[in-house]
C-alpha cells in the first residue's frame, strides 16, 4: 500500500490563467515556461518535457497548490468534490520542481525527493468556476484550489 512521504502546500500568484511546475534546473529544460505554451484556452494539465502547465480558470489570483509525493500510485482522493482530474508524466534530474509563473519563478516549490526519475502525476481542482466568476471583477485569494500528487513511475 502507498504511503504519503510529504504534503506541502505553497501560494501560486496565477497570472493570464497559467502557471507551471518545471525541473528546478532550468538549463535542463528544452522549452522553460511559458515558452511555446500551447494555446489550449483552459486546458487543466498539459505535459511537455520536464515541465508540467497548469491552466486557471482565474485571470488573475491566488491559488492554493498542495503537493504530495507518495511512495506509490495514492488512492483516488474523494475528500472533496474536484471539478476537474487530469493524468500526465515528468522526469526530473534534480529531484525537485519549481513553481513558474508568468512573470517568472514563484517562490514555491515541490521536493520530490529522487533525482534522475521518472514519476507519475495525477491532479485535481476545485473552485474552477467560483474563480472565473471573482476573478472577472477582482483578485480573489485561495478560491481555486490543487491538489497535485507524485510518485514514482514503474511503482
Not at 513558474?100 to 476545485?126: D, F, Q
Request: include cysteine.
Amino acid at each position: 500500500m502507498a504511503e504519503l512521504v510529504v504534503r506541502e502546500e505553497v501560494q501560486v500568484p496565477v497570472e493570464f490563467h497559467a502557471f507551471a511546475l518545471q525541473e528546478e534546473d532550468d538549463m535542463e529544460v528544452a522549452v522553460p515556461f511559458p515558452e511555446d505554451r500551447e494555446d489550449t484556452g483552459l486546458a487543466f494539465l498539459t505535459a511537455y518535457d520536464k515541465r508540467l502547465d497548469f491552466g486557471s480558470a482565474g485571470h488573475t489570483h491566488g491559488a492554493t497548490l498542495t503537493a504530495e509525493v507518495w511512495t506509490g500510485e495514492p488512492p483516488v482522493n474523494g475528500a472533496e468534490t474536484w471539478e476537474v482530474q487530469g493524468e500526465a508524466e515528468i522526469f526530473s534530474t534534480t529531484g525537485d520542481l519549481s513553481l513558474e509563473t508568468m512573470s517568472g519563478v514563484g517562490e514555491g516549490r515541490v521536493e520530490l525527493g529522487r533525482p534522475n526519475a521518472l514519476w507519475k502525476v495525477r491532479a485535481y481542482c476545485a473552485g474552477r468556476a467560483e474563480v472565473a466568476r471573482l476573478a472577472a471583477v477582482d483578485v480573489p485569494e485561495g478560491v481555486e484550489r490543487y491538489l497535485v500528487q507524485f510518485w514514482p513511475a514503474g511503482s
